[in-house]
């Protein structure tokens, strides 16, 4: 994750804020893969590892914007 934020850095942009997601409902027809997957997200969420997020929500600040008013 941090190699990801400071290319964002390295490209003029500010991480303001970072949400990763677990799960997904692939296994929605397989019963017990289903409940497995269930649990690790769950998991996942008490115990988070960025590298293990299926989508993730980052917001990001242009630095040095003519049209900011900072």
Excluded: C
Aim: proline share 6%; net charge positive; charged share 15%.
């Amino acid at each position: 994750m941090q190699s990801a934020i400071r290319r964002f850095d390295g490209i003029g942009w500010e991480v303001m804020g970072y949400r990763g997601y677990f799960g997904h409902g692939y296994y929605g027809r397989i019963p017990w893969l289903n409940r497995l997957h269930k649990w690790k997200s769950n998991f996942l969420n008490s115990h988070p590892v960025p590298l293990f997020t299926n989508n993730a929500l980052v917001t990001l600040r242009k630095l040095n914007n003519p049209y900011s008013d900072g």
